[in-house]
């Protein structure tokens, strides 16, 4: 149990988020679906030229078993579409459209995002009708938008949050565990190690990891945190309800046994809200 004058959750978030993990049967774990090797850890989040891991972050994933289900496969195809810098407007094809379609589809058949789903209807967040939910996950999620350093639209919450960008010599956001792997084993990531106050360790399953990479040599990410093992669904549905709750900034979460800090912070006004940023960490206790 976490010590109540360390940690304070959110009760409603946590409580919210806690059952959609329980009853997320596609989520993943170490010896099943994949592999981990921690390695050294970074000592300072400014140095980005030592490199304490001389291994891939990821030693394996089972991708035939992974890439079966349904909500993987599409997530996968979505990986590919789009620029990796900033600076460049991103234009989306039919085939892409479709694909975004297609994810949509196959997440809303799932229990986690059928009972996020209710959970915002109950609080005025978002319609009670399928196809209405479905364009408002839609809007949320693949609506462009422009990012500060471009001149036409070039970013959109997927993208930033999942599939990450480059700025300058700066990769910004890419906070998920599946696109880090898949880019590992491309060769275009190099992990450099994790930061040892910022991962959780003691938990029965290590899944809160705050690690350092570059990509190709020529960007970094000095510090990027992901929830290693969590389903694509777990994770759109646990930003879509912070945003359209209006859980801006840092709340501190209770989910199963991990003590999260959920940071999500959004970009646009109303109903047109984005997301700007949104990833999972270890909480900062007091």
């Known amino acids: ?72 496969r599409t997530f996968r195809n979505l990986l590919d579409n789009y620029e990796m810098d900033v600076t460049k407007e991103e234009s989306v094809t039919w085939e892409e459209r479709k694909e975004n379609s297609d994810f949509l589809d196959a997440i809303m058949k799932t229990k986690v995002m059928q009972e996020a789903h209710k959970f915002l209807v109950s609080k005025g967040a978002a319609p009670v009708d399928d196809v209405k939910f479905k364009k408002l996950l839609h809007d949320t999620w693949f609506q462009l938008y422009r990012r500060k350093g471009a001149r036409g639209d070039n970013s959109c919450s997927f993208e930033h949050v999942f599939v990450g960008e480059g700025r300058g010599n700066e990769i910004i956001g890419l906070h998920n565990w599946i696109q880090f792997y898949l880019q590992e084993k491309a060769g275009n990531i190099n992990y450099h190690g994790f930061f040892r106050r910022e991962t959780v ?32 669904e777990f994770e759109v549905a646990a930003y879509t309800i912070c ?44």
């Not at 059952?19 to 596609?26: A, C, G, R």
């Not at 899944?207 to 992901?226: E, H």
């Open 201 to 232: 360790r003691d938990d029965e399953v290590v899944r809160l990891i705050a690690m350092q990479f570059d990509w190709r040599g020529v960007a970094s990410k000095p510090m990027c945190s992901a929830f290693v093992g969590s389903s694509p």
């Open 243 to 286: 945003l359209l709750i209006d859980k801006d900034g840092h709340s501190n979460c209770q989910i199963g046994e991990y003590e999260i800090e959920l940071t999500v912070q959004s970009f646009g006004q109303g109903r047109q809200r984005k997301l700007g940023t949104a990833y999972m960490s270890a909480a900062k206790l007091k």
């Open 1 to 72: 149990m976490a010590d109540p004058t360390r940690f304070s959750p959110d009760k409603e978030l946590s409580e919210i988020l806690t059952k959609l993990w329980e009853i997320d049967t596609n989520k993943c774990y170490p010896g099943v679906e994949y592999e981990i090797n921690l390695q050294g850890f970074i000592r300072n989040i400014r140095d980005t030229n030592t490199d304490s891991a001389s291994k891939n972050l990821f030693t394996w994933v089972d991708e035939e078993k992974l890439f079966k289900r349904e909500t993987y």
